[in-house]
């Protein structure tokens, strides 16, 4: 027989499905926020994206010399520096997303052991380290040389706000966050392509929706409850972190529950909290309290418990 | 009304345009024929001829010894040359009978022993028995052993999985669209063991022509019913078949009779029909030989212990030198590196790829999408268990149901960073019974 023979076990087939193939659908689909952050913004976010997204695959590759494992190819990193970007005010200084990406890559995910062993999303992490360290920098949502409050915070501050605007992303706030129109496009890319789907999302906003119209004091205002929904970083959060697969229960029952605490969290934070902020924080508590759930909502194996079911 | 299936599943390339519309065509051998002593579970078949006998096709040459065994018969004249170890397809040595084919076929003469309607149960289960019948799908379970439960009144219903769920195989199908009645016939010997029983025919709906034909043979008959089911894989596995027929549901510590079932495969239930209503042993199966490097992909009727070397040149041989060629389906099938095995009673087929595209996809970090546990027909979480594995953590590998997996292989195919997932289960699950076998 030749040597050219190959023997495995069985199955011998594989599908076309790739780790890099779906970040690079991520790194897709994120597109629209992040075109529309450069149009609203400027040049400048694009330049944030880049030095974020370069610092990420940077401290990447060069953590791949240590370790001796290049696993840049798998653009997990260029996911990390992009989403970081998008959760960055445009008027930040250049080596914020350094600090950023350096410490999303390399304390949060490579010391932990790199892709799928990190506990918390890089990104959001990486977002939070820098909003405790550089509260001014990272609150200052001036652009245009306008400096103005973001929809949240004057809805928070009993002002009322243009939803239009916000659907579009005509307001201040992060590069990614504001327009609502370009994240759901992009959201409803990876749906269509079976990359994420609406368990997160779905029963995260709707639980968000639900805790603010019971205690968000304005009742079932729909005014305000489409500000909340298509303010801050709610949608960026609730479509593409919250639905990161390394750092959500991997149980189905514990990706609804996932969903449930963090709209919980998100409504506390926003209604009770200093910020009008709350959904990175509240994203990064449900990533701790992942082992947890999917503890909670383990699968039964089929045919374990229960009796005959007749159809 | 929803469509019978299970949750979970993959649907892979099927490959069945390759072979489905090629009539069975007749094989035979040349030279020697191989006939391994262990074709089924269960103790292996005892010797009755020796070195320099002559044999008639249809002639027994081993007996069982055991209640779960089964006999082997010659499937040609001819002689004796040896009774030794050869390799199967396995890889292993496995004692055999060696035959040197005269290429005369001269038959014993088969008749059957009475009519269908003067056979008692018990005649009916011991022809079986000495026909040598085993599940042809696969798994090589002697029929009569399966057709014997505990409490044949509690048997509710007989499933023929006619699924053919397995890329590439088109076996089952020929068979179905050229013999139906003799697949009906067998289902009609067996509702007579058991009195209460329905018979089912369960058809994967990517088969509508068959399911048409069964239904039209089947209008008179009130014990027997078609069902189409959802075409996915795997839908012939026991369990899932059991639960999308009858919603009755098995874990891997039960026998689809613990829930009143008997699942037996197409060409199980022909050999029923053949032994019971015209008296021919087990000697004889349609086997697929297809895939890209085939150059003429067809279902062949294959004489049980012909060699695959023989069967590859009859299809036409290789078109390109294959990089894998696979003895059954490239789902359950094994990978095998010798052309000149024998076929025995559970080769399904024999597919020769030009890729393998297992070698070319090295694994990389699992990153929890959790895809494996999705299609995981088992609702196991795969990526966990082979975790569990990798540590020979058998605690954590059996809280998390590790004995479950029925290792179709779903989790390795749809994981994206193309982890051994169903490898790595596979090895732990054979320590952990390997230990509570001692």
């Not at chain 1, 069985?10 to 076309?16: D, E, F, I, L, W």
């Not at chain 2, 072979?19 to 074709?39: A, C, H, R, T, W």
């Not at chain 2, 095998?336 to 597919?351: E, G």
């Amino acid at each position: 027989m030749s040597d050219s023979m190959k023997i495995s076990s069985n199955p011998h087939v594989r599908s076309k499905a790739t780790v890099s193939g779906i970040m690079a659908a991520v790194v897709v689909a994120l597109m629209p926020a992040a075109g529309y952050g450069i149009y609203h913004f400027g040049p400048r976010a694009l330049e944030l994206i880049l030095i974020s997204i370069v610092s990420t695959v940077g401290t990447e590759f060069l953590f791949g010399l240590i370790r001796k494992k290049e696993t840049v190819g798998d653009l997990s990193a260029v996911v990390t520096g992009l989403l970081l970007a998008l959760n960055l005010p445009v008027s930040v200084p250049w080596w914020l997303p350094v600090i950023g990406g350096v410490f999303a890559i390399l304390v949060v995910k490579e010391l932990f052991g790199g892709l799928g062993q990190n506990f918390m999303n890089p990104a959001l992490a990486a977002r939070c380290f820098l909003l405790i360290s550089f509260p001014a920098l990272m609150t200052d949502f001036s652009y245009d040389a306008v400096t103005g409050p973001t929809p949240l915070a004057a809805l928070k501050a009993g002002e009322s706000v243009n939803v239009l605007d916000m659907i579009v992303g005509r307001t201040a706030g992060t590069i990614g966050e504001t327009s609502l129109i370009a994240i759901v496009a992009g959201a409803c890319f990876l749906i269509l392509l079976g990359i994420i789907d609406l368990r997160i999302p779905g029963s995260y906003l709707i639980t968000f929706l639900l805790f603010e119209a019971v205690f968000g004091r304005h009742g079932f205002d729909p005014a305000y409850l489409s500000a909340q929904l298509a303010g801050g970083g709610l949608m960026l959060g609730a479509f593409f972190m919250a639905t990161d697969y390394v750092t959500r229960p991997i149980t189905i029952g514990g990706q609804y529950l996932f969903g449930i605490f963090l709209g919980l969290m998100t409504g506390i934070f926003r209604i009770y909290g200093p910020g009008a902020e709350g959904v990175s924080y509240a994203i990064i508590l449900g990533n701790l309290l992942v082992p947890l759930i999917e503890k909670i909502t383990w699968p039964t194996a089929f045919g374990k418990g229960g009796g005959r079911r007749e159809k | 009304m929803a469509k019978l299936t299970f949750t979970g599943g993959i649907h892979p390339y099927d490959g069945k345009e390759l072979s489905k519309d090629k009539p069975i065509l007749d094989f035979l051998p040349k030279g020697e024929m191989v006939y391994l002593l262990s074709q089924h579970i269960g103790a292996p078949a005892r010797p009755v001829v020796k070195k320099g006998d002559s044999v008639l096709v249809g002639q027994k040459i081993a007996e069982s010894v055991a209640f779960v065994s089964a006999p082997v018969h010659s499937s040609v004249s001819g002689t004796v040359k040896a009774i030794e170890p050869r390799r199967a397809v396995s890889g292993d040595m496995v004692q055999s009978i060696v035959i040197e084919n005269d290429e005369m076929y001269d038959e014993v003469g088969f008749y059957p022993e009475a009519p269908l309607e003067k056979l008692s149960k018990t005649d009916i289960i011991d022809i079986i028995k000495e026909a040598g019948i085993v599940g042809m799908g696969g798994a090589g379970f002697p029929t009569h052993v399966k057709l014997s439960p505990k409490d044949p009144r509690k048997i509710d219903y007989i499933i023929a999985n006619c699924a053919e769920c397995e890329p590439y195989l088109t076996s089952d199908y020929r068979r179905m669209m050229e013999e139906p009645e003799k697949l009906i016939g067998g289902m009609k010997v067996i509702l007579k063991l058991f009195d209460k029983a329905l018979g089912i025919l369960a058809i994967e709906d990517n088969k509508p022509d068959c399911i048409r034909i069964m239904k039209e043979l089947t209008k008179n008959e009130n014990r027997i019913v078609v069902k189409a089911l959802k075409t996915k894989y795997p839908q012939g596995a026991e369990r899932q078949i059991v639960y999308a027929t009858t919603g009755r549901k098995i874990n891997s510590s039960m026998l689809p009779a613990d829930v009143g079932c008997i699942v037996n495969n197409v060409d199980t239930m022909v050999a029923v029909y053949r032994a019971v209503v015209e008296g021919i042993p087990s000697m004889e199966r349609i086997i697929t030989v297809t895939g890209d490097c085939i150059a003429r992909p067809r279902n062949y009727r294959v004489r049980i212990g012909s060699s695959y070397r023989q069967l590859v040149e009859e299809a036409g041989g290789f078109t390109v030198q294959p990089e894998k060629i696979i003895c059954g389906g490239p789902m359950m099938g094994v990978g095998i590196f010798d052309l000149d095995v024998p076929v025995t009673k559970t080769s399904t087929a024999l597919l020769a790829l030009s890729k393998d595209e297992v070698s070319l996809l090295a694994p990389s970090a699992c990153i929890n999408c959790g895809r494996c546990a999705q299609v995981c027909p088992g609702r196991v979480v795969p990526s966990r268990l082979a975790d569990a594995a990798e540590h020979f953590d058998e605690e954590t590998f059996l809280k998390y149901n590790g004995m479950e997996c029925c290792e179709c292989g779903c989790c390795s195919y749809i994981c994206p960073a193309k982890r051994q997932l169903t490898q790595e289960i596979k090895s732990m699950r054979k320590i952990i019974l390997a230990k509570r076998k001692k």
